[in-house]
Structure formats: C-alpha cells, structure tokens
C-alpha cells in the first residue's frame, strides 16, 4: 500500500517479512528519484532497511504493521518508521532477542554502525504503545548554505 500525503511526503505499510525489504527499496528508489542527491538517496535506503530488518529480525513486531514515511523538507529528507512490536530500539545491538549464531550478531552491529555514519540524525522513541524512529538525511547542498 503506498499513499501519498502530501507533494513531499509518502508512506508505505510493510508485513513483518524480510521479503518485504525489496519493495521497500523500490519504494524508496521512486521518492528519491527526483530532487535527491545519488549520496542522500544511497543512505536513506541503506539505513532504512538496515532499521526494518533489525525490527524484522530482532523487533517482534506484528503482522503488516511497520509503517515507513518519507518526508522532504527544506533540504532534507526524514525518514520515520513505526512498529507496534514489544519496546525496541533499532539503533542499539544487540536487539532484545538473542541472536541465532555469532554472524547474525555481527550483521546487526554493523546495520546499525551504518545507521550511525550515515543518517545526520537519528531518534527513537515509544509513544502510544508503538515504536518510532527518526532519520534525518541532508542534501549536501543545503548543508553547505546553512
């Protein structure tokens, strides 16, 4: 399901299902393609499925409940996702459930390693039962004007 809010902004509802990242990527790819730098357009896809597949993998959220929005702002992108899984941060390692094997673990770390150098901004929160993160991409040019 993909609706459009607004001229800047999109959202997108995924199932809790890793098959899932590859139509979030063609989601991301078709916000990105016009007015985003190839730069900002390579991070916010690569941190936004870095934190879906943590919540996927190490989360527990429900069925068809990660939801993804894409919002432009005056030079900068904001990515927000929200699950209403148990309490999980995806931005800290290792996730609330025990990984499977020791490469698993090192997956997760280095996800959120990329998050951390790659998003300008990061939050998280739990509000209202559900799970929110927060990223935050500047264009590079607005970044240089400020």
Partial sequence: MIAMSNAGASRLVLRNDVAELERLAG???????QGTSPDVSFAVQLCLEEAVANIIMYGGADASVIAVELERNYGTLVARIEDN????????????????SLDEAKVGDLGIHLMRSFANGMDYERRDGRNRLTLRFVEPLAASSE
């Avoid at 989601?27 to 393609?33: A, Q």
């Avoid at 899984?85 to 800290?92: C, L, N, S, V, Y």
């Avoid at 290792?94 to 499977?100: D, E, L, M, N, S």
Wanted: hydrophobic share 35%; glycine share 14%; no cysteine.
């Fill in 27 to 33: 989601w991301i790819e078709g916000f990105t393609r």
């Fill in 85 to 100: 899984g148990r309490q999980f941060d995806p931005t800290r390692a290792p996730g609330p459930v025990p990984a499977a």
